[in-house]
């Protein structure tokens, strides 16, 4: 198979910026990154395009850059929605056997039955989960293919998507001329690259951190158990400051990115920067307690909302590996030791892992959930290879079983 036919990229529509990783499936299976391209955005807003033709001219740009960067062409992506526009819920579902034994047709029957029962007309299924099986009396079950039994039923995280955030998102990329290879729940990419299976395992929650918002993804048990999004990011912690500093936003972002703490605690008593103020000629000496203040204010917010969301869903006792972060935001110095402070819980910094190449670009929280689309690129790519070679010998065997048949 030819070098174009196992690329894969994935395509993160953002708040902050729409970025786009390309990436080569290796004949080990690896996914090696071979270009990367990323843009600001201004037609998304928590997740949602408010802009089309921004939108449009900005995916036309940053594929661009990837194209030229990976020095291949590309025309279909895997896309994240994320945001509002994803819900998730536990549906369980259950169909009588054809045979006395479980075969993994009758394991697609009941994802497909519960995939038919949650769609609706505003909202379509991406993705069913299956938490456990169920075989007559006998429950969680993780897999129970060639088990004997006559009613087999499923517990399943059934996540789907805004019918029209679908629509929007599919004109925007035939706009930009690409093809839509799949659709994935952002949390759910972020994850796929930067949690390990122990955490999941486990049980941990990774937030991810973003600029318009939060997203916030569980896992237990090995499986996902909860979904949502918070209304703050980033971006707040920028409004915030340029309201308190009567500054520019731009020089609000400055400040933030290169002094920011999320901790006050990290801040020596004395120490001042030189701020430029709306309108103001000369910068003013401000305290960095003063914007440590305001800083740590917001990030403990952020973290309050999201520990409040988990206990609400009552997850909080099952998350035995802690909290992990990432996304942009996640990045200041101090963000770890701040959630830590208000989960109880330990906290680490999520990286995009189990990628090659040039790891070095995209080896940044801000690229998680580009990297996670790629990844389940790659997941997809394999699956449907394997899916052909046992396709070709089953093929192959019937066709041999064919001619004994005429002959014997
Ligand atoms: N070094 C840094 N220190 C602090 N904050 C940072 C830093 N770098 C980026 N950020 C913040 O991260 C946020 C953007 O994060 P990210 O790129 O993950 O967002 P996004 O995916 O585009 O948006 P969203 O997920 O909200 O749709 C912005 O608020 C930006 O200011
Ligand atoms: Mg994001």
């Not at 970025?19 to 843009?39: D, Y």
């Not at 929605?81 to 045979?99: I, K, P």
Request: overall charge negative.
């Amino acid at each position: 198979m030819g070098k174009y036919n196992r690329q894969v990229v994935g395509l993160d529509l953002g708040s902050s910026k729409i970025s786009a990783v390309v990436g080569e499936v290796t004949s080990e299976g690896e996914l090696e990154i071979i270009g990367i391209g990323s843009r600001s955005s201004k037609g998304i807003r928590k997740g949602v395009i408010v802009d089309i033709n921004s939108t449009v001219a900005a995916i036309v740009k940053v594929i661009e850059d990837a194209e030229i960067m990976a020095g291949t062409a590309i025309d279909a992506v895997y896309v994240g929605l994320g945001g509002s526009l994803v819900d998730s819920q536990t549906t369980e579902v259950s169909v009588e056997l054809a045979a006395k034994e479980v075969t993994p047709r009758d394991i697609q029957q009941v994802i497909d039955m519960a995939r038919s029962q949650t769609q609706s007309d505003r909202y379509e299924t991406l993705h069913v989960i299956p938490i456990e099986y169920r075989l007559d009396e006998e429950t969680g079950l993780a897999s129970p293919i060639g088990r004997r039994g006559t009613k087999l039923g499923v517990w399943a995280q059934v996540i789907s998507a805004s019918v029209p955030a679908i629509d929007t998102l599919i004109k925007v990329l035939d706009q930009a001329k690409l093809e839509v290879q799949e659709i994935i729940a952002q949390p759910l990419a972020s994850a796929r690259a930067v949690l390990t299976p122990e955490e999941r395992d486990l049980g941990v929650v990774l937030l991810d951190i973003g600029g318009g918002m939060s997203e916030i993804i569980v896992y237990g048990g090995g499986t996902v158990r909860h979904i949502s999004s918070l209304a703050v990011g980033g971006n707040h912690i920028t409004h915030d400051l340029a309201v308190g500093l009567r500054a520019p936003v731009a020089e609000a972002e400055r400040i933030k990115k290169q002094y920011g703490r999320a901790l006050q605690s990290l801040i020596g008593a004395e120490e001042t920067i030189d701020v430029q103020g709306l309108g103001a000629k000369e910068s003013q000496p401000t305290p960095r307690k003063f914007i440590g203040e305001i800083i740590e204010c917001r990030v403990e917010e952020i973290f309050a909302l999201a520990l409040h969301r988990i206990q609400q869903q009552d997850l909080y006792g099952g998350l035995s590996a802690g909290v992990v972060i990432t996304g942009g935001a996640s990045v200041m110095a101090g963000m770890a030791r701040a959630a830590e402070t208000v989960f109880e819980l330990p906290v680490r910094l999520g990286l995009p892992a189990q990628i090659s190449g040039l790891t070095d670009l995209v080896n940044i929280p801000m690229y998680a959930t580009a990297v996670g689309l790629a990844l389940y690129g790659r997941d997809r790519l394999l699956e449907v290879e394997a899916g052909h070679s046992r396709h070709s010998s089953g093929g192959m065997y019937q066709r041999m079983a064919a001619w004994l048949q005429r002959f014997f």
